[in-house]
């Protein structure tokens, strides 16, 4: 074969493969750590579960519901966190404060609020002690 018809073929070849997409980063998520967790000793049935939630800079966890029977205390404990349950309207949260969810709340945003630094919150969950699944992400 002549040169100019292998440049030819190989051109035609090369045009005729499907373009690849451009790979999509994952989105950034958050890491969930058991602190600790113990049945409430005076509360039959109930136990006390508290977790570390860690946010690299731009993560946010998926809008979600917890286990049925969960009443909740976030308090942050590094950066700022931004949160919204239910109808409220989103706030974030920097050292020191921290909010109640009550049974059956929709956590609609929890995320993150800066995209160069970490944040950490602390969230202790008083569940039934059968509730395994404290968390349960919406589905698209």
Not at 27 to 56: C, F, M
């Amino acid at each position: 074969m002549h040169l100019p018809t292998l440049l030819g073929a190989a051109l035609v070849a090369a045009l005729s493969l499907p373009a690849a997409a451009p790979a999509q980063p994952e989105p950034r998520r958050e890491t969930v750590t058991v602190a600790g967790a113990q049945p409430i000793p005076n509360i039959p049935g109930k136990r006390l579960v508290s977790n570390l939630v860690d946010y690299p800079p731009g993560a946010k966890s998926i809008p979600h519901r917890h286990a049925g029977s969960a009443f909740i205390y976030a308090y942050v404990l590094e950066g700022e966190v931004r949160s919204q349950v239910d109808d409220e309207p989103a706030r974030v949260y920097r050292p020191g404060e921290g909010w109640f969810e009550k049974p059956g709340a929709h956590h609609r945003v929890s995320e993150n609020a800066s995209d160069t630094r970490p944040a950490r919150l602390l969230a202790v969950f008083i569940v039934d002690a059968g509730d395994d699944r404290l968390t349960i992400p919406d589905h698209h």
